[in-house]
């Protein structure tokens, strides 16, 4: 891309805002994460650039500093701004310079300067060659360290924690928090707090009543859809969760 096709494409996202804004939505969400544009820019394997696109940290996230800027500068100012990114490509095992958590957290602390919200911890996605260790909480942890270093800052900005949230329990040991609010914090059931919110969207494709199914495991009072409660969740057989 040249400088003045990235300048066209920040000028796109704008409009693209501006609609956004008129078709009445509530939240826009910037995609910076899975090897998408912004994701490759970020990353110093796949940005190869030798101009103010590329190099340094600075000129990485250069182009996702103006999307953003351009962004709130056309949006309302109550409306949210979420940001998603990859915390890591997962390509720390090959000793060459790469996009980490570290990078990530640097990144983090410059964003409620710049009209971020909150950030959406994913990962991974920029490269075919990535080693992931997968486990229940392998990015819910990404999001836990990044939202402590954030905090330490005195700055605001919520942190939201995603992948293979699929029970009560997960979602509930994500968010737990004492009223002290320290972080991380040790709550009575062992969890710590490690985000402020957790988005789920897979769950949904494998249990379309998954908000009404954790209500009823977390004893929490919800209304679905009346005809719904021809057949009460809390009557239903107990199904296993599995983690692919």
């Known amino acids: 891309m040249t400088v003045s096709q990235i300048q066209e494409l920040v000028e796109a996202w704008k409009a693209a ?3 956004a804004v008129k078709a009445g939505f ?7 994460a899975h090897g998408y544009l912004i994701s490759e820019f970020l990353s110093p394997i796949s940005n190869q ?4 696109y590329g190099g340094s940290f600075e000129n990485r996230t250069r182009m996702l500093v103006e999307i953003t ?27 060459q310079p790469s996009w980490d958590l570290p990078q990530t957290i640097e990144l983090a602390k410059l964003l409620p300067d710049l009209g971020i919200d909150l950030l959406d911890v994913s990962s991974g996605g920029n490269n075919k060659d990535q080693k992931i260790d997968i486990h229940t909480y392998y990015q819910i942890d990404l999001a836990e360290q990044i939202r402590a270093a954030v905090q330490e800052t005195g700055k605001k900005l919520l942190i939201g924690a995603v992948g293979l949230v ?3 329990e997960i979602a509930k040991e994500a968010v737990q928090e004492k009223k002290d609010g320290k972080v991380p914090v040790q709550g009575e059931n062992g ?13 949904f494709l494998r249990e379309p009543e998954f908000v009404l199914n954790v209500a009823d495991d ?4 919800v209304r679905g859809p009346q005809q719904y409660f021809r057949g009460p969740v809390s009557q239903r057989p107990k ?3 599995t983690i692919p």
């Open 17 to 19: 805002a501006i609609r």
């Open 26 to 32: 509530d939240v826009i969400e910037i995609h910076g």
């Open 49 to 52: 650039r030798t101009d103010n």
């Open 69 to 95: 800027k351009a962004i709130r500068s056309v949006i309302p100012e109550t409306m949210p701004l979420f940001l998603r990114v990859s915390a890591t490509e997962w390509m720390e095992y090959t000793g």
């Open 166 to 168: 699929t029970t009560a």
């Open 191 to 203: 969890s710590r707090t490690r985000a402020d919110m957790v988005l789920v969207a897979r769950q």
């Open 218 to 221: 977390l004893g929490v009072d």
């Open 239 to 241: 199904k296993l969760t």
